[in-house]
């Protein structure tokens, strides 16, 4: 039976970039995915404290997906509060739409760290997993490895069928884009060109967010 798929791509947003959203209509384009929920994180567990609040990376994240009827912006892990585990949000998602195949989505280098994601073997029991590859990035020889490779689907389609617990390689157009340059360039008052769109870079000038 076909179903309806939701697209979970989440990650700081400090701040949202051309690459992530570059990336999710590449994404988009190839795999045709009914919607693509973005989710800021309250506080990832493997990285620092976001530097711009969590309003702002909403705000901004709103700006950037604007006129993209297919995407939005989903702030469950900011109104939960504390670590942002990301199978509390598939749960979450699963219970809110019983109904759609869950994708979650994050990129090669992201997946060097799956082993270290808090209960990350059952990520499988409520999503299929999509890796946006990169032929320039190999992951390690590992039975961790192994398994996500065992598990990888024999075409696209399979999305919309399988529930849960499938792999799906998609290859995107790498955009060397850096969050930590961008916030260097806001703090120097230097306009960060093609890494940002032209609102969220307003939006950053008008509140000085990365000025300090």
């Known amino acids: 039976m076909t179903s309806s798929t939701l697209g979970v791509f989440g990650g700081s947003f400090d701040p949202v970039h051309l690459g992530h959203l570059h990336s999710m209509w590449e994404l988009q384009l190839h795999l045709s995915l009914d919607t693509i ?50 199978i509390d949000t598939l ?23 799956l082993p270290k994601w808090h209960k990350w073997e059952e990520l499988f029991d409520y999503a299929n997993i ?40 998609q290859t995107t157009t790498a955009l060397n884009i850096s969050a930590t340059e961008i916030r260097n360039l806001c703090k120097k008052q230097q306009p960060p060109p093609y890494l940002l769109q032209h609102d969220v870079w307003q939006y950053i000038q008008q509140h000085k967010i990365y000025t300090e």
């Open 37 to 86: 929920h973005f989710i800021p994180c309250a506080q990832s567990p493997l990285k620092q404290q976001s530097l711009a609040s969590a309003e702002h990376r909403i705000a901004m994240l709103k700006l950037a997906i604007r006129g993209q009827p297919k995407w939005q912006v989903d702030d469950r892990e900011i109104q939960r509060q504390g670590a942002s585990y990301t």
């Open 130 to 169: 999509i890796i946006l590859s990169r032929p320039e990035f190999l992951l390690p020889e590992a039975s961790w490895v192994q398994d996500l490779k065992k598990r990888t689907l024999a075409n696209s389609s399979e999305l919309r069928t399988k529930k849960s617990g499938g792999v799906w390689w």
């Open 91 to 113: 749960k979450s998602l699963k219970q809110d739409f019983p109904q759609h195949n869950l994708c979650l989505i994050f990129s090669m280098d992201v997946a060097v760290d």
